[in-house]
């Protein structure tokens, strides 16, 4: 109170005209006042307090009309919002008090909502129809059906513009004086800054949240690391793929998560730099591209790195088999051309060879059958070559993996034999058929009996052997045909092991081998549904062994 209100306070209490039940009429009025003011500072204090992010205007409006009944008899309180020129119902409690639905937009044509929104100002309003120059607004069919005989609307402002209007409906003709408009202006202009402090709020959370499920939903690998390579937030791809959830917090290093020097490391390279790096890494047997970016602060310092890796690994793979696929197309053009070009003088001399064996003497007979017998074996070799190289779209048919490694011997058997190998084959006649493509599969033996005569070509041994077996097992239920190819070479230290299926990692010397072979065999087996698998120990050979599905 003023001053001069309290100073006449004390003459009314203390002057010769007061009484003392004059006293005690002041002293209830005064304690009254004093609980309704202290109410009305409550009421905005908890709405400044109490209305945050978690809590909603429905929660807000229950606690703030609950509050509002101790100090005004009031039956109602609404809220709509003003957005794209248009006015909505929003809340209102309580709940069986509603009239038109959530979400219904209020028209404007004599509306005393919009009569608010639209003159800024406070309007009192009591619903009598018996009244003189008693206008006739939309909401007063609601007044009436709910017995609501005053409203007080109040423009919610912020920052001069109208974001909503708050109405207080009661029962009974409420008188509100000066100070209790000046309440509800004052706690509905700190009811515009919270609902609109919460609007955007929710803004910048949902726009995070929806980087968040982006940054997650990426289905390459996102790092993001800090200048010493721990890692301070990655995607559920990367998540997966390093099974980052079982390293904890403190072990989350990108160095040491990829065995990487640090001294080659693309954390370094991008703080010398300040540049994008890209690096090409192995990963348990995966091959993937790394690209890293800087992150910059307002100085322009880095302070973080994001790190995005891509599996390449297939596309390697599928890249692999094409140049093998470019390989064998150019070939097979020059088998065709080799077998047209050979066949005709292999027909001339089979012919004539066969015409003189019926005339031939004993020992023009052993020379003639030897003509004979090697001009057959030159044309076996040539239909072998285009059998393999055969360019045909490959179809998927019953099958025999030993005719495969009877067709690849046929090609490759004698030159391996030229070598001092001796070839042992162990092959399985009752072995099942597969649903595959012979010509690739022939690939894959082909592939495997060359890295076994390479393996043996640089060991000095008294004997080189290369085993050939084929076998069913049974695993699970499931029957599998197993070709294995072993040899006593030299064999694969254990740390290429991991990487040999890799495209274009070879251990053989510089211009021996190109890292294809095991790349694209192991493309095809899995193709057939089946995989290979590496046995091998340095100084001693190596066993691989495909694992094909038997046919059901």
Known sequence: ???????????????????????????????????????????????????????????????VFDKLQTIFPIERISLSMYENEKLILTNVYPPHSLYFPIGFELSKEHSLYWKAVESLEKIFYQVDSNKENYEDYIENKVYESLGIRSVLLVPLIHKGKVIGVLCIGSKEIIEYDEDDLTFFQQFCDQLAVCIENARLYNEVLTSKKEWEETFRAVSEM????????????????????????????????????????????????????????????????????????????????????????????????IEAQLVQSGKLAAIGEM?????????????????????????????????????????????????NLLTFSRQDEYMFEDCSVNEAVEQVLGLIGDQIKKQNITIQKKLDHSLELIEGNIQQIGQIVLNLLINAKDALEEMDIPKKVISIETKSVTEDGKKWILLSVQDNGKGIEEQYLQEIFNPFFTTKRPGKGTGLGLSVSLGIAQAHGGTIEVISHPGKGSTFMLKLPAKQ
């Open 1 to 63: 109170m003023e001053v001069e209100d309290r100073q006449q306070m004390i003459n009314l209490l203390t002057g010769v005209q007061s009484s003392k039940k004059s006293y005690y009429n002041e002293l209830k009025k005064t304690v009254i006042e004093l609980k309704k003011k202290n109410m009305q500072l409550e009421i905005i204090n908890d709405v400044t307090k109490s209305f945050n992010v978690d809590m909603s205007i429905d929660e807000m409006l229950k606690n």
């Open 222 to 317: 996102i790092l993001v690391v800090d200048l010493e390579g721990n890692i301070l937030k990655y995607n559920d791809a990367a998540k997966d793929f390093f099974q980052l959830h079982l390293y904890p917090r403190e072990k989350r290093n990108f160095h040491q998560l990829l065995s990487l020097d640090i001294h080659n490391s693309p954390v370094l390279k991008m703080v010398q730099t300040k540049k994008p790096v890209y690096q090409e890494i192995h990963f348990q047997k995966r091959i993937c591209e790394l690209r890293a970016y800087p992150v910059f602060n307002e100085s322009q310092h880095i302070y973080a790195i994001i790190i995005y890796i891509n599996d390449i690994t297939e596309k390697r793979r």
């Open 335 to 383: 088998a065709a051309g080799i077998a047209h070009e050979l066949n005709n003088p292999l027909t001339a001399i089979l012919g004539n060879a066969q015409l003189l064996l019926r005339t031939a003497d004993d020992r023009s007979h052993k020379l003639l059958s030897d003509i004979y017998s090697c001009g057959k074996r030159c044309k076996t070799i040539i239909q």
